[in-house]
């Protein structure tokens, strides 16, 4: 198993539908972890940070899992333009400078 | 304020050849990062740097080089330029760790 794993999709939803995502991980040291958003062919952008068990933002909720050992991204009442691919950066990894993402699950919601 | 700008945008290598990608940062970040993106595999971790004069690998390092000789600049060196890294690179930088990068626009290599 790799250390983060993500199901790249691509996921097809109507508008209005509710999605979700997971990202699996493979060690665990801390709480804080982070979900990014990046649009076709440009760089990624900080879609939520989650220093505890969850956040909400909006339509947006992410929540972790400690004993599964996974972090997941909800977002209710798909717009259009949430379609893109979603990254995440689990536990362990943004410690140090050194964050390492999963590959990335991309979403694509349809009128 | 201008975050993190990415020099050149677009880049054409022939094999061998070696070129370096700047990457400047305004923000006095003390964390900086090289990370590749090609389809399929995400965003991987090239090298990175949590100060001015430190330097560490990350997850594919190898044919790249990296020097932090100031807290605004990183840039990445190819030595010997290899149609396997024809990508796209971003640079990013954050605040310490705290998780929240901010990239520049990327850098798209293309090696023939």
């Known amino acids: 198993r790799k250390e983060v794993e993500q199901d790249p999709g691509p996921f097809n939803v109507p508008e209005g539908a509710t999605v979700a995502f997971n990202c699996t991980y493979s060690?665990?040291?801390?709480?804080?972890f982070f979900w990014y958003r990046q649009d076709c062919r440009k760089e990624p952008k900080l879609l939520m940070s989650?220093?505890?068990s969850g956040n909400e933002d909006g339509r947006f909720t992410a929540q972790l899992n400690r004993a599964s050992q996974y972090i997941s991204l909800l977002i209710r009442d798909s717009k259009l333009s949430d379609s893109a691919t979603y990254l995440c950066v689990p536990p362990i990894y943004n410690q140090g400078g050194k964050l390492i993402f999963g590959q990335g699950t991309e979403l694509s919601v349809k009128p | 304020n201008a975050g993190v700008t990415q020099t050149p945008k677009f880049q054409v290598l022939k094999t061998g050849q070696s070129m370096t990608l700047q990457c400047a940062q305004d923000m006095n970040h003390e964390y900086m990062s090289w990370y590749r993106q090609d389809p399929g595999m995400g965003l991987r971790l090239i090298h990175y740097?949590?100060?001015?004069?430190?330097?560490d690998q990350g997850e594919v390092p190898n044919g790249y080089n990296v020097s932090r000789s100031t807290t605004e600049d990183f840039p990445l060196r190819l030595l010997s330029a290899a149609p396997s890294q024809t990508s796209v690179y971003f640079c990013?930088?954050?605040?310490?760790?705290?998780?929240?990068?901010?990239f520049g626009e990327g850098s798209r290599l293309t090696v023939l």
């Open positions: 989650v220093y505890s």
């Open positions: 990013a930088s954050s605040y310490k760790s705290s998780g929240e990068l901010f």
């Open positions: 060690n665990s040291a801390s709480q804080s």
């Open positions: 740097s949590v100060g001015a004069g430190i330097t």
